[in-house]
């Protein structure tokens, strides 16, 4: 049966555990680019599941960035063509706002009999027969740490790590999204666990290679400002990637440099893909919202944190992206 065939519906917690424990074969996957959060959550979602005696296969389009191959079990995340061949009861997407999101993961999804959607996006679709949403969560970490608790088991260290990374990452390092009081018992939670805190907030927030400091100094030389200084721009182009050696996952967190300056209330780091492609990575302080304007763009994500990627030569997708957030930022 296809995807637009089948009746989408919400569901809670519970029926959300049970539908995974009704499985005996799961498909696990997340998103493009994948960050910290679509990581952490995938590994601690398979090692809750395989702990439950599950048949899990963990799948993303990208490998997994160097930077989170400080996680346990980073190596159990496949590409799809890895799994190709495998049949699943169930399909289970974390983290992905919509189906495109999946990118060549989709075709499992949607292969399966029974889809699933564990997310906290606002702007989710609802792509799964099931879907379980609270975009009133930091990250989707919150809701696999949910999970757990449902399922009557407690993280263990590699557990927490995996779940550490997915909150820390999505919040900043505890400095911007929607912590509340669940939020901060679940990082206690984790310390209980045996979380290494301090080794895992230097890994992944402030030790950096050399190769991302050679790229972020590009950005900063780019770095101009617009609407007496309430919005910064950064400008990445094929040339600055080439001519430092670097990839494009060493953007991630990138763009909150151009955020953490005094007066700066909205921010954009543009990323020239290739001559068709442009790549906006988007983040505010409240009360505006990015999440909206992405949405505008084709893309999605949180309000204060957001992105897109658009089939518009550079220069031309810059003026429209500059235009957009101005006409937000300087009302």
Known sequence: MGLKARTMQTINLNETARVLMDAGRI????HVMPDGDAIGSLLAAGKLLRGK????????????????RILPGWEEVRLPAEAAEKRFDLACSIDASDLE????????????????????????????????????????????????????TEPD???????????STDTGNFSFGQMDEEFFLQVSGLMHAGLDISGYARALHLTKDLSFIRLLTRALNSLTFECDGRLSIMLLR????????TSH???????????NITGVKMCFLATQLDDEYTKFSLRALAPYNVAEI????????HLLA???????????AVAKMKARMLQAVCE
């Open 157 to 167: 260290a590699d557990a927490a790590a995996c779940l550490y990374t997915a909150l």
């Open 249 to 259: 996952e060493l953007t991630e967190g990138l763009v909150n440099k151009g955020l």
């Open 53 to 68: 005696g599950k048949d899990v296969t963990m799948v993303c389009h990208h490998p997994v960035p160097e930077y989170l």
């Open 27 to 30: 498909l696990l996957c997340t």
């Open 294 to 301: 992405a949405t505008e763009f084709g893309g999605g994500g």
């Open 306 to 316: 957001a992105g897109c990627t658009v089939r518009i030569p550079m220069d031309e």
């Open 101 to 152: 999101r999946l990118g060549d993961a989709g075709a499992l999804f949607t292969a399966a009999p029974k889809t699933l959607v564990i997310d906290h996006h606002a702007s989710n679709t609802c792509f799964g027969e099931l879907n379980y949403i609270d975009s009133k969560v930091a990250a989707s970490g919150n809701l696999v740490y949910r999970l757990y608790r449902e399922l009557g």
């Open 238 to 245: 094929v040339k600055d990637f080439e001519e430092t050696g």
